[in-house]
């Protein structure tokens, strides 16, 4: 079998939602790109398996205890909210199909919420409980609680990230492997095997490693720079490793 040998500006080891999202921003600046998956689908994962909530801030602001680290959190989901209103508005539920109540049924805590979404910039709008009702007939709303309109949105994942893949090939400078293992990094250059026979497929060069593994990025971290990652859980914070790994490596992890 002839090995693939590409040299890309670029590689992206993982797709799923970060990996595919990561490789369509980074083809719209410019760069060339490798996305390398080892399924023989993209996104057969987390990314397709979850609720489906478009996330607006609205939670992160509140629940996250450090003020800080929640403001964060609130802007970064307003950040992704946004461009994907923008680019994939095709892939959200409408919101006269299903309007977005937040319940607060601690109303103690009214001020505190409030606060922390004033200052995230978090969307909001307070209705009554009838007209609440009125919405969401289905809804068991407690006895005692406050009710808020919001921006989050149920979104349709496949959609969405079927529609990402078509924006990224687009671009010839998109490159897709498959069933591909990333098995060793040399120097620039990673090598690549199928993903079950272990027959080598072939090796990519490039100046960027972006691990947008999942789970699988401890086993990455373990692999190639010798360093263990405690990966439990499985959101999607952006780890820039430059102390542990060394220069130029941005690991996308679930932590
Ligand atoms: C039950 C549940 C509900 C959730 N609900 C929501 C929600 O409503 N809204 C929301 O925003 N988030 C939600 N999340 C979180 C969200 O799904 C994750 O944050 C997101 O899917 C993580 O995407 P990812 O691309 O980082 O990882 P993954 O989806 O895990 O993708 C990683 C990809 O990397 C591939 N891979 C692994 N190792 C290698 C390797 N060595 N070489 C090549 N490829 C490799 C995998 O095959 C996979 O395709 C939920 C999660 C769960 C589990």
Not at 118 to 124: A, H, L, R
Not at 135 to 162: G, H, I, N, W
């Amino acid at each position: 079998m002839e090995r693939k040998q590409l040299d890309v500006d670029v590689v992206v080891l993982g797709g799923g939602c970060v990996g595919l999202f990561i490789a369509w921003r980074l083809l719209q600046r410019g760069y060339s790109v490798a996305l390398i998956e080892r399924n023989r689908e993209l996104a057969n994962s987390p990314s397709t398996r979850n609720e489906g909530w478009l996330h607006a801030g609205t939670y992160g602001a509140v629940a996250i205890d450090d003020a800080v680290a929640a403001n964060i959190v609130a802007q970064r989901c307003q950040y992704g909210f946004n461009i994907i209103e923008r680019h994939f508005p095709d892939a959200l539920v409408q919101e006269w199909l299903t309007p977005t109540l937040a319940v607060l049924t601690n109303t103690a805590m009214i001020d505190h919420v409030v606060d922390r979404w004033n200052f995230s910039g978090v969307q909001y709008r307070e209705v009554s409980n009838a007209q609440a009702k009125k919405e969401a007939p289905e809804f068991l709303f407690p006895e005692k609680c406050l009710t808020f309109k919001v921006q989050e949105r149920s979104m349709d994942t496949r959609y969405l990230l079927d529609s990402v893949l078509r924006a990224c090939q687009a671009y010839p400078t998109f490159h897709l492997m498959l069933h591909s293992h990333a098995f060793a990094l040399q120097e620039n250059t990673v090598l690549i095997e199928d993903w079950d026979t272990a027959d080598p497929v072939g090796s990519v060069t490039a100046h960027t490693f972006i691990y947008s593994a999942g789970a699988g990025i401890a086993d990455l971290v373990q692999r190639f720079h010798n360093q263990s990652l405690d990966v439990r859980a499985f959101k999607t914070p952006l780890i820039v490793a430059e102390r542990i790994l060394g220069a130029n490596i941005v690991c996308l992890m679930p932590q």
